[in-house]
């Protein structure tokens, strides 16, 4: 049972589940998937370079490695993804109030972490308005703390707004 306690709007069950998927993504910080990516690729293009001629032309051969190559350049992609929101964040220098919009613990992963999410309204530079929610895991116990707060405090990059974070004392 999902314990919910929304402040603005109430939002549905698949969006809550999305935003905790997206924050629990935002937890790693990338380091471990250009390992992986890296040494997939390392392995894959020395298996072309020294197994090959043991071979002969076996196309299987060639096929698991080519695919292999492939899968590393995915995890590099998706590392270098991570590795640089958590630098943009770092970096962050703007903190703003953002209105909560809900409040949850989250039984559909391990260990059922809080969940808090919030909606950051920032102006682009040409004035266009944008309005992006965001979310972010927090302890079981903060739950009851951020239930009665209306607003809470969001660091965040201007220029990419997508990168903010909750700033949590």
């Not at 390392?42 to 032309?57: E, F, N, R, T, Y």
């Not at 196309?59 to 899968?71: K, Q, V």
């Not at 949850?104 to 944008?130: C, H, R, Y």
């Not at 972010?136 to 201007?158: E, G």
């Amino acid at each position: 049972m999902i314990v919910s306690h929304p402040r603005r709007t109430i939002i549905s069950r698949h969006e809550q589940f999305h935003l905790a998927q997206q924050a629990l993504r935002r937890l790693d910080r990338g380091t471990g998937l250009i390992a992986l990516g890296a040494s997939l690729i390392v392995g894959a293009i020395a298996a072309l370079i020294w197994l090959q001629p043991h071979l002969a032309p076996v196309p299987a051969s060639i096929a698991i490695n080519l695919m292999t190559i492939g899968i590393g350049a995915a995890c590099l992609i998706a590392g270098w993804r991570r590795y640089s929101f958590h630098r943009q964040l770092r970096a962050a220098t703007a903190i703003t109030d953002a209105p909560m919009i809900d409040c949850w613990i989250e039984n559909a992963f391990e260990g059922e972490p809080g969940v808090i999410a919030w909606e950051l309204v920032t102006s682009q530079p040409d004035g266009t308005e944008v309005r992006l929610r965001q979310a972010q895991l927090i302890d079981p116990s903060l739950v009851t703390v951020f239930q009665r707060a209306a607003t809470v405090p969001v660091r965040y990059v201007p220029a990419n707004p997508t990168v903010s974070a909750l700033i949590i004392e």
